[in-house]
């Protein structure tokens, strides 16, 4: 039994109405194979309200049973239709915060760092699900072909090619271009409904990489090329969101 996805939306609950959603989200081993996608998302005393949809996102979720993850911010994707930018949803950011920190101390970024992370995306307008993945496919298909060349150009320390790697990285984007196609089934055929929900997971150190439908099954994969390439869209050097950017990175200095 999986909590409504209505949960997800609830804003500045009443202390019973906290602890009625803890207690329903404790014994949830979720996200999983045996148990459907579901949003885990345990609203605390306010919520993250994105300015341009305003979308509601909880401000802490916990999408394994483990540690809480925190939100760090959250902006809007807009998409041109003829001559007008249309709102399309709202995405915000959850990050391991301690760890998280840490690696930002040492150096290192929300895209490159091993820590977990997750976007939420909250649709605001109907679109059918081929449409919504052609156009995050129209971003990671590029992305994924430029991290294999990177793979495939490095060189050692003496500035030699390196066969070997080339050729792994050659294997690593064939297996990227296969999930993508899991994917593209997942959303083939469905109609993603305003206010409906997707959820991004990775966990770089556990080398897991799950994506699904809040209140659907979701798909688990381990390309960690594709994972990076899904996040570039968000968090890399060129974000399809600035404005969701901008934020992540304003919320992840102030952790």
């Known amino acids: 039994m999986t909590i409504p996805a209505s949960a997800a939306r609830v804003v500045s609950p009443a202390r019973r109405d906290v602890r009625a959603l803890r207690s329903r989200a404790g014994s949830r081993a979720t996200f999983s ?26 401000k802490t979720f916990n999408p394994h049973g483990g540690d809480t993850m925190q939100c760090i911010g959250a902006g809007v994707r807009e998409k041109k239709i003829a001559i007008i930018n249309v709102k399309v949803y709202g995405v915000a950011m959850y990050v ?27 649709l605001v307008r109907d679109v059918d699900g081929k449409t919504f993945w052609e156009a995050l496919d129209e971003a990671v298909g590029p992305r994924i072909r430029r991290i294999a060349t990177d793979m495939a150009t490095a060189e050692d320390e003496d500035g030699n090619f390196m066969a070997s790697v080339a050729e792994a990285a050659e294997v690593a984007e064939e297996k990227a271009m296969d999930e993508c196609e899991e994917i593209k089934g997942l959303f083939q055929g469905r109609k993603l409904r305003k206010d409906d929900k997707v959820l991004i997971w990775w966990s770089p150190n556990k080398g897991k990489f799950e994506i699904g439908v809040v209140g659907g099954m979701p798909l688990e994969l381990t390309s960690q090329q594709l994972a990076q390439a899904v996040f570039d869209v968000y968090c890399g050097d060129d974000p399809v969101s600035p404005s969701a950017f901008q934020s992540f990175v304003a919320g992840a200095a102030a952790l």
């Open 33 to 58: 194979k045996q148990a459907r996608v579901n949003n885990e998302i345990v609203a605390r005393a306010f919520s993250i309200v994105e300015p341009a949809t305003k979308v509601s996102f909880p």
């Open 96 to 122: 391991d915060a301690a760890k998280c920190k840490e690696e930002l101390a040492n150096g290192g970024s929300l895209l490159t760092g091993s820590f977990d992370k997750a976007l939420l995306v909250q």
